[in-house]
T-cell receptor, first 117, second 115 residues
Framework: GAVVSQHPSWVICKSGTSVKIECRSL??????MFWYRQFPKQSLMLMAT?????????EQGVEKDKFLINHASLTLSTLTVTSAHPEDSSFYIC?????????????FGDGTRLSIL | AQKVTQAQTEISVVEKEDVTLDCVYE???????LFWYKQPPSGELVFLIR??????QNEISGRYSWNFQKSTSSFNFTITASQVVDSAVYFC????????????FGGGTRLMVKP
């Protein structure tokens, strides 16, 4: 089945550091990738939708300059948390979908736990 | 606007009990898709089932079964003879065909199965 790889799985870094998270589709071309954020004991909240070759669409309340998303190829999207602060600590999870898959379920990565000290 | 409500935030059962997780959704679209995902403590999301709005047939997969009722906008999930390994957070999600298949998640239900 379709596999989505997310890296790293866990990051601990100092406040002010920028952190990059990668989301790769391993066996299909992901025309669309989604980035979610999940605080402890809460649900997944969509942050942004990225389509290959175009700018990401951010959900209301998500800072574009804070969370930089790049989807430069059909198999890779990256989320960069710039100048991270403790309040950015969260679980970030990506999902990917192929145009050919249509309404098939999105395939999720295993998530990245980000802890900012 | 689409919305998914999982009224049960936490459920605790003893192993071998049956348990039903409720999911109620709101949508104006006539074509939509409903999903259930399992999130174990390790964090990854495990896909369990997808249902489209035109298929109200209930489904059974081993100890899992799903009851989809459009009349009440509900898509409930039942685990029969629960096991400790079923302990996880379960999310119901909705995707509208006209919304680019964006997923909207419910708040999740934390299921704790005690031995």
């Amino acid at each position: 089945g379709a596999v989505v790889s997310q890296h790293p799985s866990w990051v601990i870094c100092k406040s002010g550091t920028s952190v990059k998270i990668e989301c790769r589709s391993l066996d299909f071309q992901a025309t669309t990738m989604f980035w979610y954020r999940q605080f402890p004991k809460q649900s997944l909240m969509l942050m942004a939708t990225s389509n290959e070759g175009s700018k990401a669409t951010y959900e209301q309340g998500v800072e574009k300059d804070k969370f930089l998303i790049n989807h430069a190829s059909l198999t890779l999207s990256t989320l960069t948390v710039t100048s991270a602060h403790p309040e950015d600590s969260s679980f970030y999870i990506c999902s990917a979908r192929s145009y050919r898959q249509g309404v098939q379920p999105q395939h999720f990565g295993d998530g990245t736990r980000l802890s900012i000290l | 606007a689409q919305k998914v409500t999982q009224a049960q935030t936490e459920i605790s059962v003893v192993e071998k009990e049956d348990v039903t997780l409720d999911c109620v959704y709101e949508t104006r679209d006539t074509t939509y898709y409903l999903f259930w995902y399992k999130q174990p403590p390790s964090g990854e999301l495990v896909f369990l089932i997808r249902r489209n709005s035109f298929d109200e047939q209930n489904e059974i997969s081993g100890r899992y079964s799903w009851n989809f009722q459009k009349s009440t906008s509900s898509f409930n999930f039942t685990i029969t003879a629960s096991q400790v390994v079923d302990s996880a957070v379960y999310f119901c999600a909705l995707s509208e065909f006209n919304a680019g298949n964006m997923l909207t998640f419910g708040g999740g239900t934390r299921l704790m199965v005690k031995p």
